[in-house]
């Protein structure tokens, strides 16, 4: 069966220090992998998407960016956080096979800027 | 501009009342799907709809998506305080990689 891990569950970090928060998905090949945002009781945010290994498109421009160096492994980064940077920052996986197949999510990080 | 727009935002039921949530659009989705969501946890699927006019059932929970599947609804029959949660519903359109686009979630809380 897949799963999908992500680290840390949660963060507090400085304005102006780095970030990067990984994702990883076991038991499937070749996923589409999502990275969203989610403001307290709302709903998602789309940030980044990969369609493939070093295929990333950023939906909204930000503070943030995103790699995928392994078919498995996708990343969120940034050099300098900002204090709007807090939120809770899910990934999801999506096979790729059709209109019906359905994302599946990671447990979140919740990442707090002071 | 959010695509997807749910009502209402928040619902509070005393428990064994019925309960419906409506996720509302202009555009055509190839499918949507419904996610729970219990705080500080990623959104769990509940259903996946993919045919206009489609009706599925989970247990007390009756998914329903219209005909031009623009537009989507939830019934919970006898609302449980296990049913409380973030409710939150999220299209494909096409030709869109599999992007989902959410709606805002509907806050509900069921009370013994």
């Known amino acids: 069966s897949q799963t999908i891990h992500q680290w840390p569950a949660t963060l507090v970090q400085p304005v102006g220090s780095p970030l990067s928060l990984e994702c990883t998905v076991e038991g499937t090949s070749n996923p589409n992998l999502y990275w969203y945002r989610q403001a307290a009781g709302r709903g998602l945010q789309l940030l980044f998407y990969s369609v493939g290994i070093g295929q990333i498109s950023s939906e909204v421009p930000q503070n943030l960016s995103a790699s995928r160096p392994q078919d498995r492994q996708f990343i969120l980064s940034s050099k300098k956080l900002l204090l709007s940077d807090s939120g809770f920052y899910l990934c999801?996986?999506?096979?790729?096979?059709?209109?019906?197949?359905?994302?599946?999510f990671g447990p979140g990080t919740r990442l707090t800027v002071l | 501009t959010q695509l997807l727009k749910q009502s209402p935002q928040f619902l509070s039921i005393q428990e064994g009342e019925n309960l419906t949530v409506y996720c509302n659009s202009s555009s055509v989705f190839s499918s949507l799907q419904w996610y729970r969501q219990e705080p500080g946890e990623g959104p769990v699927l509940l259903v996946t709809v993919v045919t206009g006019g489609e009706v599925k059932k989970l247990k007390r929970l009756t998914f329903q998506f219209g005909d031009a599947r623009k537009d989507s609804s939830l019934h919970i029959t006898a609302a449980q305080p296990g049913d409380t949660g973030l409710y939150l519903c999220?299209?494909?359109?096409?030709?869109?990689?599999?992007?989902?686009?959410f709606g805002a979630g509907t806050q509900v809380v069921v009370t013994p």
């Open positions: 999220a299209g494909v359109t096409p030709d869109s990689w599999g992007k989902l686009q």
């Open positions: 999801a996986w999506r096979a790729r096979r059709g209109p019906g197949d359905t994302q599946y």
